[in-house]
C-alpha cells in the first residue's frame, strides 16, 4: 500500500557524519557515577514527585527519595548511596526549572533491601502495576509516559495485545539497538511477564530491518516463548511514534485524540519491558538507562549512566566534542531538544546526547513554495503549510480547528521542506498557545457556571424569604 513503508508519510533521513554506522558495534559500557549527583522530582509526564528525603538524610542506592503527587506522575530513586546535600531546583533540558534532590555520593553502592515479586509468574495485572509504579518505570523511549498509568486499563477497554517498540529509527541513537543485542532474553522475559499478569496471548516487537543482528537476537530468545513475534520493518522515520507503529504492525488506526488501548493494545519501549524485567525479577528500581553518546564526539559509545549524572561526565567519558561542534541535543536530531548547559543530569528518558556541527542549526528560510512535500511527509495526515500561516497570522481559532494538536513533532514535515522553514519550532509554539487558550476558555465556562449557580441559589433564597 505504502511501498517500502507500512505507514502514511514519514521520511528516511540521512545519518550524517557520526550516524548509526559508528555507534551500533560499540557495547554498553557503565559510565562510573559523578561525586555530585543532581536527580530531577520532575522527569517524566505529569506532576513532580514529592519528596521524601531531607538535606543531610543518607540515602541508599534505589531508596525511594521521592513518591507520586497524584496519578500520572512517577516514583523517583536514589542511583547512588551518600548524602543529600540540597533539595532545590535545576534546569532540564527543555529550559525550565523543576525540583531535584541533590546527592554527594560515598562511592560505596550501598544498595536498600531490594525485594523481587515472590512469585513472578504468577503476578495479577494490579500487583504487576504495583511493581511497575514503586520502581518509578515511565516509557523510556523518550515520551516518559508513567508505565503504570498506561498498564492501568479501564473497564470498556480490552487488551488484546501488546506492541513492543524496537524500531529506534531516529539518526544516530543506538541505546536500543545494543539492549536488544545485549540483553534479549531480559526483555523477552519481561514481556512475558505482562502476558501472563495481563492474559495476553500475543506480543508483536517491531524492529527495523537495519538491526538485523538485534531481530536475531531477539527471535532466537522468543523461540521457546508461544505467542511473541519479531517483525523486521522496513526503514522508515517516524515509525517509533505509537500510532505508526501500531498501524504498521497490526493495520489498526488508533482513532483522533485517542490511545493505543482504543485500538486493543499497550505500546511499550524494549528499553521499558527490560527495566520491567529488573523490577520483578530482582526488584530494582529504576535508577539508570543506557544512554547513546553520539555525532561528533571523539570517542562516541553507549553508556550505562546513572540518573543524576550531568551531562559534562558522559562528555568527558568519550574525550570530549570535536572543535567544530556548534549544539548539543538531547535526543535525537529529529525530536531531540538543543541544551547548552552541561550540568543538566541525564534523566529516566534521555535516550542519547549528540554533538552536531553548524549544518544542524544554520538555516536561512525562505517563503513557502507551496510545494506540498510537507504534507506528503506529515504521517498523521495533517496541513503543515497552512499551520504554519496561521499560527504567523495568529489565527490560533482556524488552527484548532484544522488539528494542530494532533502533530507529534516528528519534524518530518521541516526535514523535507525546501524552504527551511523551522515548522517543528512553529508547531511547538502554536500547540502551546491553543493548548493556553483552551485552558482560559474551560476556566471561563467553569466561572460562568459557578456564577450562574450562585445567582440561581441566591434568587431561591430570596423567593423563600418573600
Not at 234 to 247: A, D, H, I, N, T
Not at 282 to 301: E, F, H, S, W, Y
Not at 437 to 466: F, I, L, N, P, S
Amino acid at each position: 500500500m505504502f511501498g517500502k513503508r507500512l505507514f502514511p508519510g514519514g521520511v528516511h533521513p540521512h545519518e550524517g557524519k557520526g550516524g548509526k554506522s559508528v555507534n551500533q558495534s560499540n557495547p554498553i559500557v557503565p559510565l562510573p557515577a559523578p561525586q555530585r549527583l543532581t536527580i530531577p522530582l520532575s522527569q517524566h509526564t505529569g506532576a513532580p514527585a514529592r519528596p521524601l528525603v531531607q538535606k543531610g538524610d543518607h540515602v541508599l542506592m534505589g531508596q525511594k527519595i521521592g513518591e507520586p503527587a497524584s496519578f500520572v506522575s512517577a516514583a523517583v530513586h536514589a542511583s547512588v548511596s551518600g548524602t543529600v546535600t540540597e533539595i532545590g531546583t535545576c534546569y532540564n533540558f527543555g529550559g525550565y526549572e523543576v525540583p531535584c534532590v541533590v546527592i554527594e555520593n560515598d562511592y560505596k553502592d550501598e544498595w536498600v533491601p531490594l525485594h523481587p515479586a515472590e512469585h513472578p509468574e504468577t503476578l495479577t495485572a494490579a500487583e504487576m502495576v504495583q511493581i511497575v509504579r514503586e520502581a518509578g518505570i515511565v516509557g523510556m523511549g523518550g515520551a516518559t509516559f508513567p508505565t503504570p498509568v498506561k498498564l492501568t486499563i479501564a473497564p470498556d477497554k480490552h487488551l488484546e495485545f501488546f506492541v513492543v517498540n524496537g524500531a529506534e529509527c531516529e539518526p544516530y541513537l543506538t541505546a536500543d539497538h545494543r539492549l536488544m543485542l545485549e540483553k534479549p532474553t531480559q526483555i523477552i522475559d519481561g514481556i512475558r511477564l505482562l502476558m501472563n499478569a495481563f492474559g495476553v496471548h500475543e506480543t508483536l516487537i517491531g524492529v527495523e530491518n537495519n538491526k538485523a543482528d538485534a531481530i536475531e537476537a531477539l527471535r532466537a530468545a522468543a523461540a521457546n516463548v508461544e505467542g511473541i513475534k519479531v517483525v523486521s520493518l522496513p526503514v522508515r522515520y517516524p515509525q517509533g511514534g505509537e500510532k505508526q507503529l501500531v498501524y504498521a504492525l497490526t493495520k489498526r488506526v488508533i482513532p483522533g485524540g485517542g490511545l493505543p488501548i482504543d485500538a486493543g493494545c499497550v505500546v511499550l519501549n524494549v528499553g521499558t519491558v527490560f527495566a520491567i524485567d529488573e523490577a520483578v525479577r530482582k526488584g530494582i528500581p529504576l535508577i539508570q538507562r543506557v544512554t547513546t553518546a553520539g555525532g561528533l564526539m571523539n570517542n562516541p559509545g553507549n553508556y550505562l549512566v546513572r540518573i543524576g549524572t550531568p551531562v559534562r561526565s558522559l562528555i568527558n567519558a568519550c574525550g570530549g566534542t570535536q572543535p567544530h561542534v556548534r549544539t548539543l541535543i538531547s535526543g535525537g536530531p529529529m525530536m531531540g531538544t538543543a541544551f547548552v548547559n552541561i550540568d543538566i543530569p541525564i534523566t529516566k528518558g534521555c535516550s542519547g546526547i549528540l554533538a552536531l556541527d553548524k549544518s544542524a542549526i544554520d538555516v536561512d528560510e525562505s517563503a513557502c513554495i507551496r510545494c506540498g512535500r510537507c504534507m506528503r511527509a506529515c504521517p498523521m495526515h495533517l496541513q503543515p503549510a497552512q499551520m504554519d500561516r496561521l499560527i504567523r497570522v495568529e489565527n490560533f481559532d482556524e488552527l484548532d480547528r484544522i488539528g494542530v494538536l494532533s502533530c507529534i513533532e516528528c519534524g518530518a514535515c521541516t526535514y523535507v521542506c525546501p524552504a527551511k522553514r523551522l515548522l517543528t519550532q512553529s508547531f511547538r509554539s502554536g500547540k502551546r498557545i491553543v493548548n493556553i487558550r483552551r485552558k482560559k476558555v474551560k476556566e471561563r465556562e467553569a466561572a460562568e457556571k459557578a456564577a450562574a449557580e450562585a445567582k440561581a441559589q441566591q434568587g431561591g433564597q430570596a423567593g423563600k424569604e418573600a
